[in-house]
Structure formats: C-alpha cells, structure tokens
Nanobody, 115 residues
Framework: QVQVVESGGGLVQAGGSLRLSCAAS????????MGWFRQAPGKQRELVAG???????NYADSVKGRFTISRDNAKNMVALQMNGLTPEDTAVYYC?????????WGQGTQVTVSS
C-alpha cells in the first residue's frame, strides 16, 4: 500500500509565499514522476508543476517564474515553493506520484490567497 501525504497549505495574502510538501511512503517502487496539480471550484484539475527523477521540470505558464518544484529522490519527497501568490492561485493542491506506471494521489491541501 502506498500513501501520499501533502502538507503546507493555508491562507496567505496576495504577494505572499507558501511552501507545499509531499511525501510518498509504503510499498512503492522507483518513483518516476512527482508533481503538483490544483483544482479551483468549478474548474478542471490542472498541472501546476512536475519533476522527473532525473530532474527535468515542467511548469504551467501561469506559475512560471513564481513557483519552484524540487524533489528528494532518496526520500520520495517533493516540494513546491510558491512565491508572488495571487487570488487566482486559490485552489486545492494535490500531489501526484507515478511509480511503475501506477498513479497515486494525495488527499489535497487547500491554498487560499486573499486580495
């Protein structure tokens, strides 16, 4: 069984910063992909940032230059540093882990940015 647990969400004013963390544990093989998705009310879930085991990263255009994704392969952990937050970043943020062609999702953490 694999567990994916996020932490670090909360309420912040526009222009502020938050750091999200995610850890995958349990009977998990080599992790290929780790990433963050978000879903705002009434919208589809979208990719925010992803990182492969070799370090290649991918960002949504809306967060480029503001968010930074990083991972610790040895610990199966991924973090998302979010700077310059705007109300448009308000959403539930989900961590996704891909290992041996299987996907695992966390329960989500709420990020709310006030104007």
């Amino acid at each position: 069984q694999v567990q994916v647990v996020e932490s670090g969400g909360g309420l912040v004013q526009a222009g502020g910063s938050l750091r999200l963390s995610c850890a995958a544990s349990g009977s998990i093989a080599r992790v290929n992909f780790m990433g963050w998705f978000r879903q705002a009310p009434g919208k589809q879930r979208e990719l925010v940032a992803g990182i492969l085991s070799g370090g290649y990263t991918n960002y949504a255009d809306s967060v480029k230059g503001r968010f930074t994704i990083s991972r610790d392969n040895a610990k199966n952990m991924v973090a998302l540093q979010m700077n310059g937050l705007t109300p448009e970043d308000t959403a539930v943020y989900y961590c996704k882990v891909v290992s041996a062609l299987r996907e695992y999702w966390g329960q989500g953490t709420q990020v709310t940015v006030s104007s």
